[in-house]
């Protein structure tokens, strides 16, 4: 069964709160129509259940999520995937700041632009790889303090004068890999980050995930893939190993 | 071009390792006790007295007491200026370049207000309680009190209440164990901790290293910490606790981050904080999503929605100028406690600059924190915990006087558990097990004999807290809470008296 949910007006605790207790009692599928930024949707929730959404959610969308899949038909707000565990978003739209903010595992597929501060201190641990594929352009801070996990920026749609991701792109970065479909300028890059090449592995790992998302958003693979990628890594695993006397 | 230093350390010992070889019987304890290999065995037993850092163990475990340990009385030249500390870090950083890391609470000689402030008693008008006859109440509520409560009859006739409350933690006795994670200090550590909470009936705080699995059967008296790196927080992790903190900033290192380099990521450490073995765990200064009150009572609601507003949040923040508003802000963001830590509170790392020198005193910003939130009417909106090197129970007590709901104990946790407050525990070569992850040498604190130490301990505040009440002449720390009328400044100046909200000695009422 699906459950639809009339959104329109909804106090968003009222509304998490059903939603709560419908998955309790067995729920699976859920349709939430005219959401107008209720916040904290799929917070926490740990069973592999559907959500749809229509209509843009608020901010906090999936904090500390575990395991559900979210298809958001709409753009979304700033702090999506917080913390987030396991479980996939797809966002047929552009999203704001601070998304994937110390993700852990499960996927984001976004079709548009992201905000500043995208994929801050995204971790990875044992199989849980986190990854994060936008179409659009970032805002600075992308990757900042990255740990681990798999971003992927594919600059669709961005002005051909101005760079696909803004500055301070990896600042800290010490794991984890990001793949750019385009040029960025040294000046835009954390200290801790160099350029490399991607390899027939890193094309791989790319194909893999374009594809995906080419299928969510109906974009053709081929010609998404025939621009070159970059690849960003961490220069070392301990940047700060030598600031402290011991 | 790096110009290379001569390979002898221009540093010279600290401290003298004397041993007295007509009592020693070459048992070779001491070797093998010493975790910083300052004593060597070579026909007979032999400092080298620069490794050395004063932490006893090698003297506690000999058998024949053949062992002392002085200060180094050749070292320096004496210079009330040029302090023996300031050159010894001055030639560490001509050596290496580096910030110059530390560990424990702040050491320098700052006034502490705590000793210049006297507890009044009663005497003929208001009589004194024997606390040995009557009962003594140490309970305590920790959570967001309503403004007013509302009763209603159930359908039997009997008074129920009707005003919803917040959720609420029962503590036994207002004193609770400091944040510190499992990484700064041992698995051992951790355990003695919680399992002496559970008895002792308070609470100890994961800090921000995630909660090991061993410890979720103690969970009703964890707090488990989100902080900016967020290690180890998951949803079963925030389901398994008492109430969530959000670690904003600490006292030791008020507006800086933390960081546990990645030799100390070991299995076990790898697997809580939920990162790879070996890798950086790096805790940047702020958290990336919080920039304003907005924001923090964003994550609050977050962490609300993801508990199902059954556990209370916790909001922690270092002691600092500007505390008061910072504090109202925090309550008005959803806070049900807010922890204020003071520039004494204790660290497993930080650089020593910040933690000698950035913040302010507890005891002002404890009494600062009271009085604006009551100025505002919502002091009952939130708790309040004072934290910052709380060293006795007389400590506890002045707190309670100045405002705080409960106090936190780091250092004296730790010292109950063995530490010789050497300040090394960010080497990780702690001889008492404490601040280590070092298998052979973890094994040196039985979780135990630990938590049986802790609960003595608090048992032994609990008692002197119960004198103090009879002194008093009442019968409830609830009695005493913000009750600065009992209290009396001694030494003090004016302006320090003022925020205080306290009167000097020798003024009546």
Request: glycine fraction near 10%.
């Amino acid at each position: 069964m699906v459950m639809t949910i009339d959104a329109a007006g909804m106090y968003y605790r009222d509304l998490n709160k059903q939603i709560r207790i419908a998955i309790e009692e067995g729920e699976t599928e859920f349709v939430l129509n005219n959401i107008n930024g209720q916040r904290y949707i799929g917070d926490a929730v740990e069973k592999k259940v559907k959500i749809t959404i229509n209509g843009t959610p608020g901010n906090d969308l999936a904090a500390f999520m575990n395991g559900p899949s979210i298809e958001v038909f709409a753009n979304g707000q700033d702090g999506i995937a917080n913390t987030m565990n396991s479980g996939e978003i797809v966002i047929h739209g552009m999203v704001g700041d601070v998304i994937g903010y110390g993700m852990r595992g499960g996927k984001l597929m976004i079709k548009g632009d992201v905000g500043y501060r995208v994929g801050i201190h995204m971790k990875e641990y044992k199989k849980q790889i986190p990854v994060i594929v936008a179409g659009g352009c970032a805002g600075d801070f992308y990757g900042e303090y990255m740990a681990g996990g798999i971003m992927v920026l594919l600059g669709i749609g961005c002005s051909d004068d101005k760079p696909i991701t803004g500055d301070y792109l990896g600042t800290g970065m010490h794991g984890g890999v990001i793949y750019l479909r385009g040029e960025v300028e040294d000046h835009q890059l954390g200290a801790e980050v160099a350029v490399l090449e991607p390899d027939e592995k890193d094309m791989k790992l790319i194909t893999k995930h374009v594809t995906e998302w080419c299928e969510h958003f109906g974009y053709d693979l081929n010609e998404v893939m025939s621009k070159p990628f970059i690849k960003l890594k961490a220069i070392s695993s301990r940047p700060y190993g030598n600031l402290y006397a011991y | 071009m790096a110009v290379e230093l001569s390979p002898v350390s221009q540093i010279p010992a600290e401290f003298r390792v004397k041993v007295d070889h007509d009592r020693c019987r070459r048992c070779k304890r001491c070797v093998l006790n010493c975790s910083f290999s300052a004593i060597e065995f070579k026909d007979k037993v032999t400092p080298d007295h620069r490794k050395c850092v004063a932490c006893h163990r090698c003297a506690t475990f000999c058998p024949e007491s053949a062992i002392t340990i002085e200060e180094n009385p050749m070292a320096y030249k004496d210079n009330a200026n040029w302090t023996a500390r300031i050159r010894q870090n001055t030639l560490k950083q001509a050596e290496t370049g580096g910030i110059i890391l530390t560990g424990m609470g702040n050491p320098k000689p700052y006034p502490i207000i705590w000793d210049h402030l006297v507890i009044d008693a009663c005497q003929v008008t208001n009589p004194s309680i024997d606390p040995l006859r009557e009962p003594m109440e140490l309970r305590t509520y920790l959570g967001s009190k309503p403004n007013y409560l509302e009763f209603e009859n159930d359908e039997n006739g009997k008074i129920k209440l009707k005003t919803q409350l917040a959720p609420q933690i029962k503590l036994d006795i207002p004193v609770i164990f400091a944040a510190m994670s499992y990484g700064a200090v041992s698995h051992n550590v951790h355990k003695s901790l919680a399992i002496a909470a559970n008895k002792m009936g308070t609470l100890m705080n994961t800090g921000e290293g995630g909660l090991h699995e061993d410890l979720y059967p103690y969970s009703g008296r964890i707090i488990v910490q989100v902080a900016s790196g967020r290690f180890g927080v998951h949803n079963q992790y925030l389901a398994n606790s008492a109430a969530v903190e959000i670690k904003i900033g600490q006292g030791a290192k008020p507006g800086i981050g933390g960081h546990l380099p990645g030799e100390k990521v070991g299995q076990e450490i790898s697997k809580t904080r939920m990162i790879p073995v070996g890798t950086d765990a790096l805790s940047p200064a702020p958290h990336h999503d919080i920039y304003s009150i907005e924001d923090l009572s964003q994550l609050i609601y977050a962490i609300k929605e993801a508990t199902d507003y059954k556990k209370p949040v916790s909001v922690k923040i270092a002691a600092v100028h500007n505390v008061a508003a910072i504090a109202s802000g925090i309550v008005r963001a959803g806070a049900d406690i807010v922890t204020i830590d003071g520039f004494r509170g204790g660290t497993g790392a930080t650089p020593a600059i910040i933690r000698d020198n950035v913040g302010i005193p507890i005891e002002l910003a404890l009494a600062a924190v009271d009085q604006r939130l009551r100025d505002e009417g919502i002091r009952n909106q939130a708790s309040l915990i004072c934290a910052g090197s709380i060293r006795e129970a007389a400590d506890v007590a002045k707190a309670i006087a100045l405002g705080a709901d409960a106090c936190v104990i780091g250092t004296a946790a730790l010292v109950s558990l063995g530490c010789r407050v050497c300040q090394k525990c960010y080497t990780g070569n702690c001889a008492w097990g404490i601040a280590t992850q070092r298998p052979e040498l973890t094994r040196r604190l039985n979780p135990d004999v630990g938590s049986q130490r802790l609960c003595n301990l608090l048992t032994a505040w609990g008692h002197e807290l119960q004198e103090v009440l009879g002194s008093l002449g009442v019968n409830s720390i609830e009695s005493l809470r913000g009750s600065r009328e009992r209290l009396r400044g001694v030494g003090l100046d004016k302006e320090t008296l003022d925020i205080l909200g306290v009167k000097p000695a020798g003024v009546g009422m």
